[in-house]
């Protein structure tokens, strides 16, 4: 007999080496035990007029083989997809439902929605999902609670309502702007309380103001608000930038911002009041959208103590320099001059949401009066409090000065409701508060 030599003896050891590894690997992926997963993007314990879902189904090992989806309602199964997946290897598989009762003739009432997937391994791992449902085909009604609503351009309005089910949101739609609800008890009745602005440019007859609400199965409803919008006008006036007040503040916004290194005083002013200044507000807005669900306040709001106003809520300020105009804005607060570093008090009880530097509005603080309003303090020279810190009526939170796009040392007061920029002069105004908050929420 031939011996074999020692190439031929590495060569079959490695050739059964690899059958038997070839071998594990078939065997280890066909009997594997691992089960498919199902995630689902949203909850759907509720199902309304229509339901729009996505399931993603997983399989690490051997693949998806079937996946279905079915929905049982009085004894009745309706298949609302079933997918067979001819080749081996599928991982994972993203599936969007649009679940129409109606079309699939279910009623209100309980229902039963089951979700399966299985593998290709030989054993045939299987992973099912059984929920129960409410299907509701019935959109909440809407109870709006003030019959009367007088409302300024520019200005605030707080109105309460009912729904006929527990929703999921609810608030009031004006145009583009949502300001949300708050569910409260008032004089032991559950309702919604809703804080929102109307913008400058309403005008009654011309705009449209409706409560929303969408309940847990996605159904949604509107309802009109009655409400009499008065007449606002605002003023205009021309404001010059002398070289000294550029030459002074440009420079400070050029450090903070790398891209305004080389430019001009007047192209540096055209970015801080044109774009600084939109994202500025936003940030703003975007921060009182965050809001103690109750009311932390009580009472008439404070005006800063022996200050002069300089400049009203709505101004529409053009800038002048050399005759030209350079730029324009739209003033979203009062500004209030005192003597220099004049103390600056809380205008009403409330938490503080923000303590620190905003661009153009440099030092700034707001305070979250809860439901949704707040109070801005802005161009202050010292800030004496922080955030998450609880202040009461007339404490002291800092100190005017000029920080950010102010020429002179003075205070900026905003109030911002629903997540909007405001008329303050109303908040100061102890008739306006009773007539609109005090009263609409005692008649409860």
Request: hydrophobic content about 40%; glycine content about 10%.
């Amino acid at each position: 007999m031939r011996k074999l030599r020692p190439f031929g003896l590495v060569l079959i050891a490695f050739v059964i080496i690899a059958a038997a590894g070839g071998a594990w690997l078939f065997f280890a992926s066909s009997f594997e035990g691992e089960k498919p997963i199902l995630k689902f993007d949203q909850d759907i314990s509720a199902i309304g007029l229509q339901k729009l879902f996505t399931i993603t189904f997983m399989d690490r090992k051997s693949g998806l083989c079937n996946t279905a989806i079915t929905i049982v309602q009085d004894n009745k199964t309706t298949i609302l997809s079933s997918i067979d997946y001819p080749q081996k290897g599928i991982k994972k598989k993203s599936l969007s439902l649009m679940i129409d009762p109606l079309s699939l003739k279910l009623h209100d009432g309980k229902a039963t929605l089951s979700i399966s997937a299985v593998d290709y391994s030989l054993r045939k791992n299987k992973t099912s999902f059984t929920k129960p449902v409410n299907i509701d085909l019935t959109p909440p009604q809407i109870y709006p609670l003030n019959p009367i609503n007088n409302i300024n351009p520019g200005g605030a309005c707080v109105i309460l309502y009912r729904t006929s089910e527990p929703v999921l949101t609810s608030g009031v739609q004006v145009e583009d702007y949502f300001s949300p609800g708050c569910p409260v008890t008032l004089s032991g009745k559950s309702c919604f309380i809703a804080y929102f602005a109307l913008p400058m440019h309403a005008r009654n007859g011309q705009i449209n103001i409706r409560v929303v609400a969408r309940d847990y199965g996605g159904n949604e409803s509107s309802s009109n608000i009655p409400c009499l919008i008065r007449d606002k006008k605002f003023r205009s006036d021309k404001m010059n930038l002398s070289e000294s007040f550029l030459q002074q503040k440009m420079p400070e916004f050029q450090l903070q911002n790398p891209n305004l290194r080389g430019k001009t005083p007047l192209e540096i002013f055209a970015y801080v009041n044109g774009l600084m200044r939109n994202d500025n507000d936003k940030t703003i807005m975007t921060m009182c959208q965050k809001t103690n669900p109750r009311q932390l306040w009580e009472g008439i709001f404070l005006r800063m103590k022996n200050a002069s106003p300089e400049a009203l809520f709505g101004d529409k300020r053009t800038y002048m320099h050399e005759g030209k105009p350079v730029g324009e804005s739209i003033h979203r607060g009062v500004d209030l001059a005192s003597t220099a570093h004049a103390p600056v008090e809380a205008a009403n009880h409330g938490i503080v949401a923000f303590a620190g530097f905003i661009g153009i509005y440099g030092n700034t603080i707001l305070i979250d009066h809860g439901l949704g309003l707040f109070t801005h303090y802005a161009h202050l020279g010292t800030i004496s409090v922080r955030k998450g810190q609880e202040v009461k009526k007339g404490e002291l939170i800092g100190y005017t000065g000029s920080s950010g796009l102010a020429g002179g040392d003075h205070l900026h007061f905003g109030v911002v409701v629903g997540g909007q920029f405001v008329n303050p002069q109303e908040w100061w105004d102890a008739h306006w508060i009773a007539d609109n908050v005090t009263k609409k929420i005692e008649l409860l």
